[in-house]
Nanobody, 131 residues
C-alpha cells in the first residue's frame, strides 16, 4: 500500500504563490504517473498537472505558464509551484498516482490526467485565493 501525503496549501491573495508537496511512502512498479487534481465545491475534479518517472510533464491549459510540477525522486516527493494565483485557482488540491510495470521497448506512453488509471489518492490540501 502506498500513502500520499500533501502539504503546503493555504490562503493567499491574487498574484501570490504557493508550493504544494506530495510525499509518497514508497514507489512500486517500474514506471509511474503522479498528478495534481483540484476540485471546487459543486464542480467535477479537474486535472491540473502530471509528471512521470522520466520527468515528462503535462499541464491543464488554465495553469500553463503559471504552475510548474517537479519531483525529487530521492525524497519520493512531487511538487506543484503555483505562481500568479487567481481566485479561480481556489479549491481542494489532491495528489494522485499510478504505479505500474511497463513491459516493452523504449519509454512508457506519456501520462494524462484524463486517462491515467489512479491507484492512490492523497487526502487533499486546501488552496484559497482571494481577490
Amino acid at each position: 500500500q502506498v500513502q500520499l501525503v500533501e502539504s503546503g496549501g493555504g490562503s493567499v491573495q491574487a498574484g501570490g504563490s504557493l508550493r504544494l508537496s506530495c510525499a509518497a511512502s514508497k514507489y512500486t512498479g517500474n514506471t509511474y504517473c503522479m498528478a495534481w487534481f483540484r476540485q471546487v465545491s459543486g464542480k467535477e475534479r479537474e486535472g491540473v498537472a502530471v509528471i512521470d518517472n522520466y520527468g515528462r510533464t503535462t499541464y491543464a491549459d488554465s495553469v500553463k505558464a503559471r504552475f510548474t510540477v517537479s519531483q525529487d525522486n530521492f525524497k519520493r516527493t512531487m511538487y506543484l509551484q503555483m505562481n500568479s494565483l487567481k481566485p479561480e485557482d481556489t479549491g481542494m488540491y489532491y495528489c494522485a498516482a499510478n504505479f505500474k510495470f511497463f513491459v516493452g521497448r523504449g519509454f512508457a506512453p506519456p501520462c494524462s490526467t484524463d486517462t491515467m488509471d489512479i491507484n492512490y489518492w492523497g487526502q487533499g490540501t486546501q488552496v484559497s485565493v482571494s481577490s
